[in-house]
């Protein structure tokens, strides 16, 4: 498989999780929320989709460049988040061809940096940061002891969910939610749910793409 499959096959997984889930997120958004979170999510989820199409010849870097204006493009409030995230992580791997796992620790920790920076959020606010902040620290602990891969994405993957299920009984302080924070607390936010989902499934389809 190349890299441009694996990608390919990566984008494609998300998608699919995504679009499977829509509802549920969309109920989600509903408790705090307008209740659009599951459609906003599988528009930039195709839109990504559509711009690996075109990423043939692009380095990782490049195809998350492109990938984070077509998730930017869809808007709402996690478009940006995304779209920052994205950005970031593509700027940090630059045109290297065959990033070290160094590389993709430092570029998780930077999509971080960009969904702080744009959602001027820290974690403990009830957003989808509360999700990727523990995921990176896990990979940056994973990367640094020299775990195998399946350890790393186990970590990774179970970092995650004790960040959404920690999330939970947190009051949201950004994004519209705060508005009817009340409402949120006992429900999952529907930004971290679906970052969950994203981190889920790229752990999965990676830990089956290494046979
Ligand atoms: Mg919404």
Redesign the pocket.
């Given at each position: 498989m190349t890299s441009h499959e694996l990608m390919a096959s990566l984008c494609q997984a998300v998608l699919g999780e995504i679009e499977q889930r829509q509802a549920a997120f969309d109920r989600l958004?509903q408790i705090a929320?307008?209740?659009?979170?599951g459609a906003?999510m599988v528009l930039g989820a195709r839109a990504v989709v559509v711009a690996m199409h075109d990423a043939e010849e692009a380095s990782l870097g490049e195809f998350l460049k492109r990938a984070a204006a077509a998730f930017a493009s869809v808007g709402?409030?996690?478009g940006p988040l995304w779209g920052s995230a994205l950005l970031r992580a593509g700027q940090t791997l630059g045109d290297d061809p065959h990033p070290s796992a160094q590389a993709f620790a430092a570029a998780a920790a930077s999509a971080c940096e960009g969904v702080r920076e744009r959602g001027r959020v820290a974690e403990g606010d009830k957003t989808l940061l509360d999700i990727l902040a523990p995921a990176t620290a896990a990979l940056q602990e994973s990367v640094a002891s020299g775990a195998d891969r399946a350890a790393l994405l186990d970590a990774v993957a179970g970092a995650a969910h004790a960040g959404l299920i920690g999330s939970i009984d947190l009051v949201p302080k950004r994004g519209?939610s705060r508005r009817f924070g009340g409402r949120s607390v006992g429900h999952e936010d529907?930004g971290a749910a679906s970052a969950y989902c994203i981190i889920d499934v790229l752990c999965r389809t990676l830990g089956e793409s290494a046979g």
């Open positions: 958004d929320g307008d209740g659009d979170h906003t709402g409030s996690i519209r529907p």
